[in-house]
């Protein structure tokens, strides 16, 4: 495999140039920028096979920098690095399209196999391009996939990275159960029971979105996955 070529956008100089040296003996090319401003830059002159951002830093932050870049592109693989713990901080970094999270401190050797990880489904997925449906009708509401936007009745509303990219996967797969494991592992880059819960949480926003049909349904398959189903109206069967 070619060089893996890392954007590093981190603002603490010392670790920044600790994960430098490190990576590059590992078969890594590492850019780093000191900020989000410098590193929103750099994204787009560089076009990194993956950006690894810590998320407090001046000028701006992670997750606004990676709200940025998402706006237009939604494939690079994006790992946190942040001392940040909560609940809510770790789903924030999921909705804005962040692919993986790992907390501070790590392990150098943690941070290379996630960073592997990340970056061979990222090559894989570009060698297969499949021709995807983008546009789906789920009861009464419209969903397109690229755009990201849910409408209902003329009403639009729009879904976070993470949140289309679970509703993408129900439809295509509707009145089948979608695997949780597959899911975690598709967009968080790991199904541990942590990430499971944060999955179950954007589950729960989908499910309030869609509550205006009270035809369609998010059924939870205990201990396997999720499955879209949309009943129908006056139906005994």
Same mark, same amino acid.
């Given at each position: ?23 590059e003996g590992q078969n890594f090319i590492i850019h780093t920028a000191a900020d989000g401003d410098e590193g929103l830059r750099m994204f787009f002159d560089l076009r990194p096979d993956v950006l690894v951002a810590d998320v407090m830093m001046p000028r701006m932050d992670g997750f606004e920098m990676v709200r940025h870049i998402r706006q237009t592109d939604k494939r690079? #693989? ?26 501070? #401190? ?7 196999? !996630? ?8 090559? @894989?997925?570009?060698?297969? #391009? ?22 209902? @009745? ?7 990275? !993470? ?58 398959? !205990? ?15």
């Amino acid at each position: 495999m070619d060089k893996i070529k890392v954007l590093l956008v981190e603002d603490e100089q010392t670790l920044a140039m600790i994960i430098k040296d490190t990576l590059e003996g590992q078969n890594f090319i590492i850019h780093t920028a000191a900020d989000g401003d410098e590193g929103l830059r750099m994204f787009f002159d560089l076009r990194p096979d993956v950006l690894v951002a810590d998320v407090m830093m001046p000028r701006m932050d992670g997750f606004e920098m990676v709200r940025h870049i998402r706006q237009t592109d939604k494939r690079t #693989p994006v790992l946190f690095l942040t001392a940040r713990s909560s609940i809510n901080d770790v789903v924030e970094g999921f909705e804005l399209g962040a692919n993986d999270y790992l907390k501070k #401190p790590f392990g150098m050797q943690e941070l290379i196999v !996630r960073i592997k990880a990340l970056v061979g489904k990222a090559f @894989t997925f570009k060698e297969e #391009p499949k021709k995807e449906e983008t546009c789906f009708k789920i009861g009464d509401y419209h969903f397109n996939s690229v755009t990201q936007i849910l409408s209902h @009745t003329g009403i639009e509303q729009e879904l976070s990275h !993470r949140e289309a990219e679970i509703l993408k996967r129900l439809c295509e797969n509707r009145n089948q159960v979608v695997n949780t494991q597959n899911i975690l592992l598709d967009l968080w880059g790991d199904d541990s029971f942590f990430n499971s819960r944060s999955l179950h949480v954007f589950i729960t926003k989908l499910r309030h979105k869609l509550s205006k049909d009270e035809r369609i349904r998010i059924v939870n398959v !205990r201990g396997i996955g999720y499955k879209l189903i949309i009943n129908k109206c006056n139906s005994g069967s």
